[in-house]
Nanobody, 112 residues
Framework: QVHLVESGGGSVQAGGSLRLSCAAS????????MAWYRQALGKQRELVAE????????NYADSVKGRFTITRDKDKNTVYLQMNSLRPEDTAVYYC?????WGLGTQVIVSS
């Protein structure tokens, strides 16, 4: 099991940017894939983006394609989610996932 800690959430206006970070307790070399999910109030948790072990494959939800980018830094055991052109509908708690473990989440609020 891996311990995950998210950071970087906050409040921004529509069109703004945020970068989320997820620090993992284990070396990323041992983790096959990592992902970001989000859960808006009253809605189910949904996949936002995922990345494979060496970053060779990424996958994004249609709603964020072209706006969000997931990357990983093995030296820092950290995965990032760069979010640009944010929209009010991106407002949610964002969770990091790896090896069947979840972080506690970080809140993102986008105002119009």
């Amino acid at each position: 099991q891996v311990h995950l800690v998210e950071s970087g959430g906050g409040s921004v206006q529509a069109g703004g940017s945020l970068r989320l970070s997820c620090a993992a307790s284990n070396s990323l070399f041992r983790i096959a894939a990592m992902a970001w999910y989000r859960q808006a109030l009253g809605k189910q948790r949904e996949l936002v983006a995922e990345i494979t072990n060496f970053g060779e494959i990424t996958n994004y939800a249609d709603s964020v394609k072209g706006r969000f980018t997931i990357t990983r830094d093995k030296d820092k055991n950290t995965v990032y989610l760069q979010m640009n052109s944010l929209r009010p509908e991106d407002t949610a708690v964002y969770y990091c996932w790896a090896s069947n473990s979840w972080g506690l989440g970080t809140q993102v609020i986008v105002s119009s």
